[in-house]
């Protein structure tokens, strides 16, 4: 029984500001899975959150993005190092709520091979959940075939554990509260591409890395039912129900 | 044609004063592993460099070692922390001299499996060399089943490396010029541990984690070559010489 929690990067970070911790919303989320873990109950719990304003200003300042790579490891010493900030960040809200976070950067484990496929080996992060331990992933720049280096969503993150981990539970606390309808109303549920692709065309526009439609996409692709859901939702989907949207392929 | 050379703790640190790095003999050896890279030959570097005055110090406060684990993550992270802080200054000083270091933490790579097995997965590592990075991996704190987490030695992770790497060249550089004989001379060569049972067995009982007797017995375990010297003969290794000590089992 394996959780998987993504943390937005708009969620931990103000998104505005470069390098700034949403120490509020920051301090919620801790206090929401501190309070699921110490709760009795036999779930491992896996913890994944984005880059927000730490890594996006970063990557975007040396040219480097999924699809754009780098060999100069000036920049990908800085985009991994504003990453392991951020990292420390979550590690430390989670601490405070009496969570055993480890961390567990990407840099040091994945790899895009060529022909793009993401290699994330997860025999440590098995490991780390049967000593009772809480592993926290992230957003990172790693290597890359042929390319160098560039730059892994949390959201690919969570697609490679929840695949290899076999996860039962995979949810995505994003800033908005589900997959939202032309009319603004969180979609309950979603089973195939082709019943919102003409909803969320318009979100693929504007935002390349993590916006909705490639979300819904990749979650689509997994054999584990996903939640997109707010903040203040958090609680509730480690409780055990689905709130905002349910992204499962029939 | 991979090489991996270890920097001992001794060598890139103060051991005495806690976290403090050896600024100018951390830079002596930087300079003599960006002659070897710029140079033009197509080996694959691999740097591992150990604890020294980092590592241990937070280990020993937290009563951590090789065999005693914890299951306290502000442990696993003060340990931790300080292994990043001196990585990234071995990474500074190869910078400085035009090495293309890349940080590899085996927290969020390496296990000790329960049986004391250590698993190293290292497709990211020969991804990282065939895009011309130079990994560089240090002794560190890791997830170890049944234990929660104990201390890896670089020793450990040099072993682990030239086994899944094949390495065609190990060479630790020390702040001994050699395994020493009765008379205080460098034995040139060690095929065999009874050999040197006798010499090694005083200086076993005085190191525990870092001690000559364990590092030839380890050595003696792989099918790689390995050279033991000092940092004076740092820059005769890389330039394909056998400096020091070289152990190989018949």
Chains 1, 2 share one sequence.
Do not use: W
């Not at 709760?39 to 699809?67: C, I, Y």
């Not at 949390?154 to 290899?164: E, K, N, T, Y």
């Amino acid at each position: 029984m394996t959780t998987i929690v993504k943390l937005g990067g708009s969620v931990v970070t103000e998104k505005d500001q470069p390098e700034t911790v949403d120490d509020e919303t920051l301090d919620r989320v801790g206090a929401a899975i501190g309070e699921a873990i110490t709760r009795e109950s036999p779930t491992d719990l896996v913890v994944v959150h984005g880059g927000g304003s730490f890594g996006h200003h970063h990557a975007a300042a040396h040219g480097v993005s999924t699809t754009d790579g780098t060999h100069d490891t000036t920049a990908i010493r800085a985009i991994h190092r504003a990453m392991v900030t951020l990292n420390d960040a979550v590690l430390d809200a989670l601490a405070e709520h009496g969570v055993d976070g480890v961390p567990v950067h990407p840099l040091s484990c994945a790899l895009y091979e060529s022909g793009d496929a993401l290699s994330v080996p997860t025999s440590h992060v098995s490991g780390m959940l049967s000593e009772g331990f809480v592993p926290v992933l992230h957003g990172d720049v790693i290597t890359h075939e042929r390319k160098g280096a560039t730059v892994v969503s949390g959201d690919d993150i969570v697609a490679a554990l929840a695949r290899s981990l076999s996860a039962t539970r995979v949810g995505l606390c994003s800033t908005v509260p589900g997959v939202l309808d032309d009319n603004g109303d969180v979609i309950p549920t979603i089973t195939a591409y082709e019943d919102v692709a003409t909803t969320l065309g318009a979100s693929e526009a504007t935002d390349v890395t993590g916006g909705m439609a490639r979300k819904v996409q990749t979650l689509l692709g997994l054999d584990t039912p996903a939640s997109i859901f707010g903040p203040t939702d958090l609680d509730a989907f480690l409780a055990g129900s689905n709130p905002g949207t349910l992204v499962h392929r029939e």
